[in-house]
């Protein structure tokens, strides 16, 4: 499979950027390389600086093409696709491999002289890191279907209508340098108080001080750029954020490179708590 890059605006609007016209891609440069900031101290008669911590830079990727054919529509757009100040996303496709990373418009410039017609699209990614292009889901103590038609309910045994499902541990293999969030989702079947989720691997914990109701949702979104804790209600369906009632001492679980075996927990009526997991796994480069 050739290389071909797909932006999809802020509007949900899509452009293919292939070997092929009418956007011919001639040229995309940032993908590969991963630029990092080394910063150290240097002490008086010292040889050479103390190491402090190595900072990631944004990612700056430059499309270069050619239009061909039909050009005021296709420079509108560009334009249209790509207007400054807007956020959109890159997926990235090769082979089998599919990737993803969001955008900032940057600039975009259409040499409007000569034949064949010439672009250039700058864009820049302030999380440098790409990332799987769906989610992975982890469902620990759900329930699975078990209400098939057509339907017969013996008098004397009656009908299953639903199987739990009762694993309390899942694992999660990094194989990547990077450590990433998730979002866990913590659901009632009736009154569960304190839900919780711990790494048997690093000792870590999330446990969130709350008695849940049937029907309730807790959300505990553990990224980078995102650390909240939502509370929905059952009964008004409103969002509250409740970081306030994180337990001392507990931490927004990341997932760490190698294994992370996960196992969910509460102060009371764990057996009525369903936990689903879901992340996007991140990488360096393409």
Known sequence: MQKKLVCESHLHEKIIF???FPFYLE???GLHEVIGTVTGIKSAYAIGENYIDTGIEKRNIVISGIIK????NNRQKLYRIFPLKTTGTLY??????ERKINYKVESIKINE???PKVFQISL???TPYFTDIEKTTLQMATWSPAFKFPLKIPQSTGIKFGIKNKTSMVSIMNSTNIEFGMTITF???DVVVNPSLFNV???EEMKIEKTMQAGDKILVHTYRQNKNIIYISASSEQEENINNLMVYGSKFLQIHHGENTYRYNADENVDSLETVIEYLTEYEAV
């Open 124 to 126: 820049i990614c302030p």
């Open 27 to 29: 040229k995309v440069e």
């Open 113 to 115: 002289k000569g034949y």
């Open 92 to 97: 990235y496709y090769e082979d089998d491999l």
């Open 69 to 72: 054919d039909d050009f005021i």
């Open 18 to 20: 292939t070997y092929d």
């Open 187 to 189: 659901t009632a079947n």
């Open 201 to 203: 691997d690093t000792r």
